[in-house]
């Protein structure tokens, strides 16, 4: 199968990879696309390049690359990253709504069934009545998935967030006050989670943006998940000295 053949293929397949492109320097022009599965089609990109897809393919972001002799620009394929919120609360709905802007996949779990309902949480691509490990195992959170736990309820939240750190989830946030936040973390130490674990939990989470409303504490919330998706502090621009747009190495 031809580079661009594969390449449209990507789209049913729901297969992620990195197509490598020679933009400058030797061999100015080759192509090397390189799938998760560890399948590849084209050649002629330096070996530099195609060593780091491993990293590149989990950032989920294209990045230009510098390399001896060469610049290659790294380009992500796959399917839109996923939010997965437990807790079909008020803010679910104000989130999901962001998610779908982004053009990414909302998913919301409750086991109260009749909070998680279409008329409650329009916007949500997928709503699962379970509790939060079986929901989890439905479904099988990766490294391009951000899970939310919005619930208040230490039923719900520490099988939750056990269950979320146990995936390769790029992203495990948790509603709730700071008082609440160091309540839950003693409560998980003795459940056995182990304390460097912990550090992945960002609780309360979101970015600190005096949000008040339950749209802007999503807004919030999807702005801390895109900045940690991206490798970056989600401070203001003007202050930050990367690129802003993309990723030079």
């Known amino acids: 199968m031809s580079l661009v053949a594969r390449l449209a293929a990507l789209r049913a397949s729901q297969d992620r990879g990195v197509l490598f492109t020679v933009i ?3 061999g100015v022009g080759a192509k090397l696309l390189v799938l998760e599965s560890g399948e590849q089609v084209g050649g002629g990109v330096p ?9 590149l393919v989990r950032r989920g972001r294209n990045r230009l690359l510098a390399v001896e002799g060469a610049r290659v620009f790294a380009e992500w394929y ?11 609360v008020d803010t679910a709905e104000a989130l999901c709504r962001g998610v779908k802007l982004l053009g990414w996949t909302a998913i ?9 309902t279409p008329e409650r949480i329009p916007s949500a ?6 509790w939060p490990q079986e929901a989890l195992d439905e479904i099988e959170p990766d490294h391009q998935t951000a899970i939310v736990v919005l619930t208040h309820d230490d039923k719900f939240d520490e099988p939750a967030l056990i269950g979320a750190l146990a995936t390769e989830a790029f992203y495990v946030g948790a509603l709730g006050s700071r008082r609440n936040q160091e309540r839950r973390r003693g409560r998980l130490l003795e459940a056995g989670v182990a304390e ?7 609780g309360p989470c ?3 943006l005096g949000a008040d409303t339950q749209q802007e504490t999503a807004l919030s919330i999807l702005a801390e998940i895109l900045a940690v998706r991206a490798g970056r502090s989600g401070g203001l621009l003007r ?11």
């Open 24 to 26: 400058e320097g030797d």
């Open 47 to 55: 070996a530099e390049a195609a060593d780091q897809f491993h990293e």
């Open 78 to 88: 796959g399917p839109p990253p996923r939010v997965f919120v437990y807790g079909a």
């Open 108 to 116: 919301v779990a409750d086991a109260r069934a009749a909070f998680l």
């Open 125 to 130: 691509d997928r709503l699962i009545a379970k």
């Open 196 to 202: 460097e674990q912990l550090g992945r939990i960002s």
């Open 206 to 208: 979101g970015l600190d």
């Open 239 to 249: 202050e930050a000295k990367q690129r802003i747009h993309a990723e030079v190495e």
